[in-house]
C-alpha cells in the first residue's frame, strides 16, 4: 500500500505541471490567437488530473491508516473524506469541448468561472480531510504538520468579471486569467510540500514496521 502511495505522489510531476501566464500569454501573440485553445484546453485538462489523483490518494491514505491500526473502523470519516470525485466540482470537465467553446467568447467567462470555483471547493474538501488524516496520525502517535493547507482560494461571479471586462475593455478578464494561472501552481506547490510531508510519515511506520504490509 505504501508502494502504492508513493507511486501516486511520483505521478504529480505529470498531473500537476505548473503553467506560467507570461509564458502562455507571449505565445498566443505569437501565434496570433491560436494557442489560446491549447491553453484552455490544458488548463481544464491538468484541473481534471489532480482532481482525479487527489481522489486516488485519499482513499489509498486511508486504507493504509486503517491497516496501521489494524480496525475496520477510523476516525476518519468516509461521508467527509474520500468522496471528492463523486462531488459535482470534482467532476472531468471536457477540456476539449470547453475550450472549442471559447470561440464564442461568452462560454470563456463560465470556463473562468468553473476552473476558480472548483479548485476553491477542491481546497476547502481538501483541508478537510487532511485535517483528518493529521488527527488520526496523532492517535497513532505519529507526527504530521499541517501548516499552509488552509484554503486560500478566493470566489469571483462570472457576471462580476464579465461587467468589469467590458469596463475595462478586457483588462479585467485578463486579471481573471492570471489568477487562475497562479492560484493552481500555488495550490499545486502547498500540497505537493504536505505530500511530502505525509511520505516522510509514513516512510517512518515502514522502516519501524518491516513486516507492514506493502
Do not use: C
Amino acid at each position: 500500500m505504501f508502494a502504492d502511495i508513493e507511486q501516486n505522489v511520483a505521478e504529480r510531476r505529470e498531473t500537476d505541471r505548473g503553467m506560467w501566464f507570461s509564458q502562455w500569454t507571449l505565445l498566443s501573440l505569437v501565434t496570433f490567437g491560436a494557442a489560446w485553445f491549447l491553453m484552455i484546453y490544458y488548463l481544464i485538462n491538468r484541473r481534471n488530473q489532480h482532481f482525479a489523483r487527489q481522489e486516488k490518494l485519499e482513499q489509498l491514505v486511508i486504507t493504509r491508516f486503517r491497516q496501521l491500526s489494524n480496525e475496520k473502523q477510523s476516525t476518519l470519516s468516509d461521508s467527509k473524506v474520500g468522496e471528492g470525485g463523486k462531488e459535482d466540482f470534482a467532476k472531468s470537465r471536457n477540456a476539449s469541448m470547453w475550450a472549442a467553446s471559447t470561440l464564442l467568447i461568452l462560454p470563456t467567462f463560465y470556463v473562468f468561472r468553473f476552473l476558480m470555483e472548483d479548485l476553491r471547493k477542491h481546497e476547502e474538501h481538501e483541508s478537510i480531510f487532511f485535517q483528518g488524516v493529521v488527527t488520526y496520525a496523532k492517535s497513532l502517535e505519529l507526527s504530521m504538520n499541517l501548516n499552509g493547507m488552509a484554503p486560500t482560494t478566493k470566489s469571483f461571479t462570472a457576471g462580476h468579471y464579465f461587467v468589469m471586462t467590458l469596463v475595462t475593455l478586457g483588462l479585467a478578464g485578463v486579471y481573471w486569467l492570471y489568477l487562475i494561472f497562479n492560484d493552481y501552481n500555488r495550490h499545486f506547490k502547498k500540497q505537493w510540500a504536505f505530500e511530502d510531508e505525509l511520505l516522510k510519515t509514513l516512510q517512518e511506520t515502514e522502516t519501524s514496521k518491516p513486516n507492514a504490509d506493502s
